[in-house]
């Protein structure tokens, strides 16, 4: 493939969505791979984390960054959230899938299993588990809220057939 010399000058507008060229099946997938890649990722530095664990004495198994209690409570609630927005993406994305009770099952699982890993590495005294939890419940609260708030907008914003017959 051949680029332009003015696309080679300028490659990051040349790599830009536009809406007439990309279609939603080709957006859809790139956003499958992307959200894939950042559960991965999250997944893996959750139950991984940035450190390892202690290997012996009392405090085996336990996070050794948590000994820094600030620093990885900041990392628990980002990497919780970009991993909980990962799972709705992935979600919603699929939600018409061929097998889609198998990928909820699948995708809840691995939520668990995050929730049930970060718990396990995390000393109790180090975080507010409340805090994580509501952090990984946030985005799908927020989704939610906003497609309640847009049909509750729907519902209550006069038709444009309504305004010009003076119904409104």
Do not use: C
């Amino acid at each position: 493939m051949v680029i332009p010399i003015g696309i080679r000058k300028n490659w990051f507008k040349y790599f830009q969505y536009e809406e007439g060229k990309d279609t939603p099946s080709d957006i859809r997938n790139i956003l499958l791979i992307i959200f894939t890649l950042v559960a991965a990722v999250t997944f893996q530095a959750g139950i991984n984390p940035p450190g390892g664990v202690w290997q012996d004495g009392e405090k085996a198994g336990r996070a050794i960054y948590a000994s820094q209690k600030k620093a990885y409570y900041v990392f628990l609630i980002f990497n919780t959230l970009a991993f909980s927005n990962s799972i709705l993406v992935i979600l919603s994305l699929t939600h018409k899938f061929p097998f889609n009770f198998e990928i909820w099952v699948a995708t809840i699982s691995m939520a668990v299993t995050y929730g049930s890993s970060v718990f396990a590495v995390t000393p109790g005294n180090s975080v507010r588990f409340r805090y994580v939890l509501v952090t990984a419940a946030g985005p799908f609260v927020l989704r939610i809220s906003a497609s309640i708030f847009g049909l509750l907008l729907r519902k209550y914003t006069p038709h444009h057939n309504e305004l010009s017959l003076g119904h409104g």
